[in-house]
């Protein structure tokens, strides 16, 4: 099935693109099909990524139609699925099993080839990304083939295809390593930013889950931890979940982001307002519904991983930028805590990782705060989240990629004509 509808434009708004045909293949074969016939190509996901990164001018393989479970193997907790199924339905099905994946992001709609390719993360100190839950994965490579990619068969190709970018081939399947079902207990709560700062290790190592969001021109945060509990789930009520998530966490987003792009100058007072308002939560919940939640206010947003030892100075860095050169910022700072893997091209490579995103609403102007704070992560050799917005080069990048080398040579053999390239792809790849 092909389409002549074909704009397309992402989730945030902050890229968008016309490709010259829009597929939709229903089994591997077809997908092998539309690779071979195709001169460029490209999978989009849910359209979850800030930047370019899924853009095309060539066919677009859109995987709506390949989206299955395809086997559950209970005892050795796996699952196996067709790479177009999103995140939250693989929640669903995994939960009717007593299934569920080991640590999540903070919102569920990703397809899972797409979280996969841009090393989607979620917080914990002792846990990786979601590409390090990957057992095994298919590729449809560029002369139409299929490759079985695991650590078995050719460790250097799985670890490649681990964090692809899009850049190998299209992942046609995927095995994941799961965990038991588990419940999480849930406090959220209000802070100081000083104060968290100073037990910043300690607050990461003594919870399974531990984030905070900082909010600017306030010395407030908002800090969440969840660690696995036996106690059967003890859901927010509906009013309170409703209050709690959607509309303090959307509308009062959605206040000072649509109030702060008409009068920026009013940002800095509305937050202070707002984080004034925060209060303590505490329940327990089947896990994926604590970790993942809606996202009904739009913004653009730029991510880095950078040491994890160097997070404090960071932040505090941050800070004073924004104050220093006058930015006014209507949305928070978010730190996350990832644990260290070897995938060739993942943000943490070899290193415990702390993530510092940025977020400001797209009609704000977003890039020279993003800028800002690239230039300090760049001075403690952050490496940007594939998905998120951010300015780096190939030029800029090798270098803080040990193995990068590596990555780019599985390219050269699986993708010699960069059928799968990309403008993206060209600038923070090379040609
Ligand atoms: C509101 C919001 C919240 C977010 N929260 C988090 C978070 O908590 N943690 C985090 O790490 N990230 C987060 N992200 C970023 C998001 O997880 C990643 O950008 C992810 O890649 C999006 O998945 P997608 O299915 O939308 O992929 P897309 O954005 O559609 O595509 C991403 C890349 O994957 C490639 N791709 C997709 N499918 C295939 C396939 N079958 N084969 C080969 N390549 C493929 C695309 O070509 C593209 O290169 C968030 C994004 C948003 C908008």
Redesign the pocket.
């Known amino acids: 099935v092909a389409t002549t509808e074909r704009r397309w434009t992402?989730?945030?708004g902050t890229a968008s693109c016309t490709p010259r045909a829009v597929h939709f293949p229903a089994s591997e074969d077809e997908i092998a099909a539309i690779v071979k016939a195709a001169e460029r190509v490209?999978?989009?996901?849910?359209?979850?990524?800030?930047s370019d990164?899924?853009c095309t001018d060539g066919d677009l393989?859109r995987?709506d139609r390949y989206d299955k479970v395809l086997a559950v193997d209970r005892a050795a907790r796996t699952v196996t699925a067709q790479?177009?199924i999103?995140i939250s339905r693989l929640n669903e099905e995994l939960a009717v099993r007593g299934l569920a994946m080991q640590n999540?992001?903070?919102?569920a709609?990703?397809?899972?080839?797409?979280?996969?390719?841009?090393?989607?993360?979620?917080t914990g100190t002792r846990l990786g990304?979601?590409s390090t839950q990957v057992r095994e994965l298919t590729?449809v490579t560029a002369d139409g083939s299929g490759l079985r990619c695991s650590p078995d068969a050719d460790a250097e190709l799985f670890r490649a295809a681990q964090v692809?970018?899009?850049?190998?081939?299209?992942?046609?399947s995927v095995t994941l390593a799961c965990v038991d079902a588990f419940n999480l207990h849930a406090t959220e709560g209000p802070g100081r930013l000083d104060e968290i700062l100073s037990r910043i290790d300690e607050l990461a190592d003594s919870n399974d889950h531990f984030e905070f969001y900082w909010f600017p021109h306030t010395d407030r945060v908002l800090v969440k931890v969840n660690n696995r509990t036996d106690e059967p789930a003890r859901p927010r009520s509906r009013p309170k979940e409703w209050f709690d998530e959607i509309f303090l966490a959307n509308k009062v987003f959605g206040v000072l982001a649509k109030t702060g792009e008409r009068r920026p100058s009013l940002i800095p007072r509305i937050s202070r307002v707002v984080t004034g308002a925060l209060s303590k939560t505490e329940y327990s919940d089947r896990s994926d519904r604590v970790f993942a939640s809606p996202?009904l206010v739009r913004?653009a947003?730029t991510?880095y991983e950078i040491p994890r030892s160097t997070v404090a100075g960071a932040v505090r860095e941050v800070h004073a930028m924004i104050e220093r050169e006058g930015f006014r910022v209507n949305f928070p700072i978010e730190v996350?805590f990832v644990a260290a893997d070897d995938a060739l091209l993942s943000p943490a490579h070899r290193r415990d990782s702390c993530?510092v995103a940025a977020h400001m609403s797209a009609g704000l102007g977003y890039e020279p705060y993003f800028r800002a704070f690239e230039r300090i992560m760049d001075a403690r050799d952050g490496r940007p989240?594939?998905?998120?917005i951010h300015f780096q080069t190939a030029a800029t990048l090798r270098a803080r990629y040990p193995e990068w080398d590596r990555f780019i040579a599985v390219r050269n053999r699986l993708d010699p004509e960069r059928r799968?390239g990309n403008t993206?792809l060209q600038r923070v790849l090379g040609p």
């Open positions: 992402n989730w945030a490209k999978v989009v996901g849910a359209g979850h990524s800030f990164i899924a393989i995987l790479a177009g999103t999540l992001g903070d919102i709609y990703q397809s899972l080839a797409g979280a996969i390719a841009t090393a989607t993360h979620g990304t979601i590729l692809s970018l899009g850049a190998l081939g299209v992942i046609a996202r913004f947003e991510e996350r993530y989240h594939w998905g998120k799968f993206y």
